[in-house]
């Protein structure tokens, strides 16, 4: 006896439910267990993984190489801070100033204008892309990582599993391939450098920097400075 057109919806509402109900206790225990566990993958390196794939690039394997917070040159948290999210330390998650850009009104199309949370969130936890439904997706996500993990933690996770460059994630494979040298020995102009590709670091390149890139990173260094340095990363803990 076939199902009919109501068991059939009432049967993919049900697992449509479990489904969601699965994803997102994926996602709290991610944010347990990250709170202390090294990531050791993120979705954006899946993504990027499976594109590989799709391609036939079978020898191309995405991967962080993780280090703690405290073998990261004080210079680079303070350089993403300085280039994306100067009110890191005092906000929630969310930059109010800043989501007023995020829509533009001419065009009615989403913007930037994320916080260190929000991309950590996403670059974590969900995918590429701009759409209203993952900005909601994002915004959960970013509330449970301000509430459960520390501003320190956050920054520690962003730099371990940020995009540097095509198959380059985290500050420590950055340091590596562009300087040569831990990320534990960045330096001021290095880590400002790094930071200066993050807005799009497939178009963007530390190891052969255009004109405009060069220009962001002498203006990040100027921002470092503005901010107080390496100091300013003491004072808040960071």
Known sequence: MGIGKGGLLRFCRRWLGRAIVAIVGVW???I????????????VMAERQIGAWLTGDFGWVAHADWVAREEISPWMPLAV???EDQK????????????????????GRLRGAS???QQTAKNLFLWDGRSWLRKGLEAGLTLGLEGVWSKRRILTVYLNIAEFGDGTFGVEAASQRYFHKPASRLTMSEAA????????????????????????QAWIMRQMRQLGGTGYIQQHHL
């Open 115 to 117: 916080t260190l949370s």
């Open 32 to 43: 347990a267990i990250f709170a202390f566990v090294p990531v050791p993958f993120s979705a």
């Open 81 to 83: 801070i300085a280039a």
């Open 28 to 30: 709290l225990i991610g």
């Open 193 to 216: 450098l790094l930071a200066a590709v993050l807005p799009n670091p497939l178009r963007f390149r530390a190891d052969a920097p255009s004109a405009y890139v060069r220009q962001r």
């Open 88 to 107: 890191f330390p005092q906000h929630w998650g969310f930059d109010v100033e800043a989501i007023e850009s995020v829509l533009d009104k001419q065009r």
